[in-house]
């Protein structure tokens, strides 16, 4: 089994930052790719950004170049900062861990989340 827990989350105002952290523990060896996804109530849930071991990423669209993935393997921790962040960016943000740099499976692990509110 493997845990994630997710912190860092809050309310912030438009064009500010904020920084999302992610503690994985447990059988981590399963894991291939780390990321964040987030999600609005009745909406699917959504890709952020991957990182895999060695550290190749993917953005979607509507973060790439506001946001950034990163991680420490030595303290199994992922980072995701989050820049210049947009009212659209309020969501809960969830930790994942799994094997698709593109899309999150059935077979994969999840935090409990973490709420963003962008809004003055």
């Known amino acids: 089994q493997v845990q994630l827990v997710e912190s860092g989350g809050g309310l912030v105002q438009p064009g500010g930052s904020l920084r999302l952290s992610c503690a994985a523990s447990?059988?981590?060896?399963?894991?291939?790719?780390m990321g964040w996804y987030r999600q609005v109530p009745g909406n699917e849930r959504e890709l952020v950004a991957t990182?895999?071991?060695?550290?190749?990423?993917n953005y979607s669209d509507s973060v790439r170049g506001r946001f950034t993935i990163s991680r420490d393997g030595a303290k199994n921790l992922v980072y995701l900062q989050m820049n210049s962040l947009k009212p659209e960016d309020t969501a809960v943000y969830y930790c994942?861990?799994?094997?698709?740099?593109?899309?999150?499976?059935?077979?994969?692990?999840w935090g409990q989340g973490t709420q963003v509110t962008v809004s003055s």
């Open positions: 990182i895999t071991s060695p550290e190749l990423t």
């Open positions: 994942n861990g799994g094997r698709s740099r593109y899309r999150y499976t059935s077979d994969d692990y």
């Open positions: 447990g059988s981590i060896g399963s894991i291939y790719v």
